[in-house]
């Protein structure tokens, strides 16, 4: 059980266009998902906590019309990258907490972004 | 202000032999404290956490983790390593439910035969 899907697993893209990717909670329902993104050799950063049907709260430094995050259903979060750049090729990973038992994250595989 | 450290950013060890990864948070309140696996290109995979209780707690893989309030400490422990066990390895903190984790850097993991 927990189990979170990202999609797509990787995505190469030009500078400039946008990107979105979609994280799942495939058996359980998620009141809340995060979203990290993850540079090479160092930790996970949180950029953003998603609640369904609400606006997402960003973390300091992040930017909210770059980092597009929508929470439609209690399954499913997207976070769009808008306008891509070089910069913003990373590592992110979502997760989620359970409608129940929300003292733990489980966390999807991770997109990796390239921006060519 | 929340954070935590892995003091280490590689650990090897040989197979077979007894593992143990360091973590210190700083939190202000009573922590909840979770070690996640992370894989090479994966997403994080948790091995364990502690709320409240028994100060040893056990988790997946045959691994074990022991709360250490005076020390504001949570090694994870294992008492023989295999070679699957390779892998970069997070200590987290957060205040409990529904809400954010404050991830330490990670300590990457090497077994060699």
């Known amino acids: 059980g927990a189990v979170v899907s990202q999609h797509p697993s990787w995505v190469i893209c030009k500078s400039g266009t946008s990107v979105k990717i979609e994280c799942r909670s495939l058996?359980?329902?998620?009141?809340?998902m995060f979203w990290y993104r993850q540079f090479p050799k160092q930790s996970l950063m949180l950029m953003a906590t998603s609640n369904e049907g609400s606006k997402a709260t960003y973390e300091q430094g992040v930017e909210k019309d770059k980092f597009l995050i929508n929470h439609a259903s209690l399954t499913l979060s997207t976070l769009t990258v808008t306008s891509a750049h070089p910069e913003d090729s990373s590592f992110y990973i979502c997760?989620?907490?359970?409608?129940?038992?929300?003292?733990?994250?489980?966390f999807g595989p991770g997109t990796r972004l390239t921006v060519l | 202000a929340q954070s935590v450290t892995q003091p280490d950013i590689h650990i090897t060890v040989s197979e077979g032999a007894s593992l143990e990864l360091r973590c210190n948070y700083s939190y202000g309140a009573t922590p909840y404290l979770f070690w996640y696996v992370q894989s090479p290109g994966q997403g994080l995979q948790l091995l364990l956490k502690?709320?409240?209780?028994?100060?040893l707690v056990q988790g997946i893989k045959g691994f074990e983790a022991e709360f250490k309030r005076s020390q504001s400490s949570f090694n994870l422990r294992k008492p023989s390593v295999h070679w699957s066990d390779a892998a970069e390895y997070f200590c987290a903190v957060g205040p409990g439910y529904g809400n954010k984790l404050v991830f330490g850097a990670g300590t990457i993991l090497r077994v060699k035969s």
């Open positions: 058996d359980f329902q998620a009141t809340t």
């Open positions: 997760s989620a907490i359970a409608q129940e038992g929300a003292d733990t994250q489980y």
């Open positions: 502690y709320f409240s209780g028994d100060t």
